[in-house]
């Protein structure tokens, strides 16, 4: 099992994150910390393999604790769960090498991917005895291909995990001809992907302010996330 820890300091979100995490198989909840001091202790006692960390707390931000992690050597990986949407934060919590970054309103399917893609990244690492470069490309973001321009490779060696220089640009291309907000669905019925993948598209064109994000609540209530050009 994958020891998980939250540290979120709102119990309602908490709540709902541990909900989440219950149905996910091949993840244990051994804690829940609701501030920084909180959870650098937890990380220390319960050496968890993940921890699912907010930024902004009364005390600190995330980004802090997680500067300690790394000075520290933990072993621990992050995942971060926050409303911080400026590019600035993004670029820390990367540098810091935050496995995903994941923006609120928290969705379930996006966590399951997300943790779907880090059992089997954690898997790969168990399976290698000793490296050649394909183990290496594998493992890492892919960051050259023989097929694309210099600069298309160098602009996908700054993304982050999970986001292909390619597709990027084809969700970019959608809402350069499209003048009305699209949810995830929809989107991705336009490129050809599930909706959970195009969900992972316009957060992340949203964390760049290429769009605007908006919860409409439609005909029976139940929330839902359109996207627009910023």
């Known amino acids: ?7 979120e300091d709102d119990p309602q979100i908490a709540e709902i994150q541990r909900r989440f995490l219950d149905r996910i198989e091949g993840f244990e909840l051994v804690g829940i910390a609701h501030g920084l001091e909180e959870a650098e202790d937890l990380i220390e006692i319960l050496q968890p393999n993940l921890i699912l960390l907010d930024i902004m707390f009364p005390t600190g931000t995330g980004l802090e604790l997680l500067r300690k992690i790394r000075a ?7 995942i971060m769960i926050t ?6 934060t993004l670029r820390e919590a990367l540098h810091g090498g935050v496995f995903d970054y994941i923006l609120k309103p928290l969705v379930f399917e996006r966590l399951q991917e997300t943790l779907a893609n ?7 690492f168990e399976a290698l005895q000793s490296l050649a ?26 993304l982050p995990k999970g986001i292909d220089g390619l597709t990027l640009e084809k969700i970019r291309k ?35 302010n ?5 919860v409409s609540y439609g ?12």
């Open 1 to 7: 099992m994958i020891k998980v820890v939250i540290a």
């Open 72 to 78: 520290g050597n933990s072993s621990v990986d992050v």
């Open 83 to 88: 409303a911080a949407t400026e590019v600035e």
């Open 118 to 124: 880090y059992q089997q990244h954690l898997i790969k």
């Open 133 to 158: 470069q394909s183990d290496v490309d594998d493992v890492l973001p892919r960051t050259t291909n023989t097929q694309e321009s210099p600069e298309t490779s160098a602009s996908q060696a700054r």
């Open 174 to 208: 959608v809402f350069n001809k499209q003048s009305q907000s699209l949810n995830a669905e929809e989107a991705g019925e336009i490129i050809g992907a599930s909706r959970t993948t195009a969900r992972r598209y316009l957060e992340f064109m949203v964390s760049q």
């Open 210 to 214: 290429e769009l605007n994000a908006e």
């Open 219 to 230: 005909t029976v209530g139940r929330p839902e996330r359109r996207y627009q050009r910023s």
